[in-house]
Structures are given as C-alpha cells and as structure tokens.
C-alpha cells in the first residue's frame, strides 16, 4: 500500500477485552488470521487495548469476521512485550533464524546489571586469586562475577531464556543450554522492521 492512497478505516477500532492466549487458540491461528488479513490488504495497529484496522478498499466480509473472532489473541500477538518485542517479532525472529538465536536475542534484550562489590552468584567478593569480573555488552551496566562462577549462572540464565521462550510457544533442542552463547550476536539477523522500531526506543538494564 502506497503513501498516496486513499486509506479507508474500516471498522476503525474493534474494542476487545484482553485476555490470555488460550489452549484452543494457537499462534498458528493468530498467524493464518493476520495473513488472510494483511494479503486483503489490511494494516492491524494497537490503539491501547483495542486493534484498529485500515485498508485501501473495504476488505473481505470473511477476512473481517476472522479478525473479530481473534481480536483479543491478534492484540496479545501485536502488543510489545516489557523486552521491546510483541509475539510477532519473536516468532518472526524464530522463523527467520532458530531458536538458538532468540536465546541469545532474549538475553541481550533482558540484561542483567548487577553491583560490581560482590559476585551475583556466591555474594562473594573481590579476591586477588579469584578476581569479580564483569560480564555482559550492555552500555548500561553489566553482571559481576567470579570467573569460576559465570559457568553456572550462565547455565541459568539460558534455563531462564529458553522457559520465557517457551511461554510464547518458541521451542528448540535443550542442547542449547550446553552451547556457548555469545554475549553479543545481533547484527544483521535482527529483520529490519524490528530493527527500525528498536532503533526508536532503545531500552537499558532494569
Ligand atoms: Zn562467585
């Protein structure tokens, strides 16, 4: 769709009320609505809690009442999470390049910034023969600890990835847990609509 065309609002703002993905509706039927959607010619937006819909030329009757019967989970799909990225992009990001690369695209997007007076993992401090040393690539801030440490926490910390993953429907091999995952390993992988919006609202350390 062109700038230069007449956009119609069709149905402008479809109010729903939200509420969680349940067990009869996958992400597969999110995604099946949202193609039959965007293929008709249809752009989905979040206007709060509700979805607003804008199209060129009024759309299909059957495409519409797809979209009502799946309002709520299309707006959990759609709303961007407290990383930065909705349903969509991680599923997205999933298709596009696996699931070791969300791992890594998870911990870079929930860092963890930690005091630099104690390791995060024993609570033990500074030594001369067993040194804090910080982990992590965030310009924030990064997570102190013990170098014998960082093994098990990093352990954890992918256990902690792959169960949020998995909370979205993103599942992969559990060998995962056993690869070394590089702190930093974003780049041009990240699809470029995702990397324009991340670009607009860059987020730090919590
Ligand atoms: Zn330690």
Same mark, same amino acid.
């Given at each position: 769709?062109? #700038? $230069? ?18 067990? $009869?509706?996958?992400? +597969? ?5 949202? =193609?039959? =959607? ?15 819909? $804008? ?16 309002? #709520? ?16 992009? /991680? ?9 070791? #690369? ?19 993992? +024993? ?20 997570? /102190? ?28 091999? =559990? ?29 730090? +350390? #919590?």
């Amino acid at each position: 769709m062109s #700038a $230069t065309e007449v956009q119609t609002p069709v149905s402008p703002v479809l109010p729903v009320s939200p509420s969680p993905l349940g067990k $009869t509706v996958t992400g +597969c039927e999110v995604k099946t609505a949202l =193609a039959s =959607a965007r293929s008709a010619g249809i752009e989905l937006s979040l206007d709060g809690e509700d979805l607003a819909l $804008t199209a060129p030329t009024p759309p299909p009757p059957a495409v519409l009442e797809l979209i009502a019967r799946h309002k #709520a989970e299309i707006v959990l799909w759609l709303r961007p999470g407290a990383d930065g990225w909705s349903l969509e992009d /991680w599923h997205v990001y999933f298709d596009k390049c696996g699931f070791g #690369a969300c791992v890594v695209e998870w911990l870079n997007r929930n860092p963890v910034c930690s005091p630099s007076d104690h390791c995060l993992w +024993c609570g033990g401090q500074d030594e001369l023969n067993n040194l804090l040393l910080p982990f992590g690539a965030h310009p924030d801030g990064r997570a /102190w600890l013990h170098g014998g440490c960082w093994p098990d926490w990093s352990k954890e910390r992918k256990a902690e990835a792959i169960a949020a993953l998995g909370l979205m429907g993103l599942v992969g091999a =559990a060998s995962v847990l056993d690869q070394a995952v590089p702190v930093d390993d974003r780049g041009s992988r990240v699809p470029e609509r995702i990397r324009q919006r991340d670009r607009a609202g860059e987020r730090g +350390c #919590a």
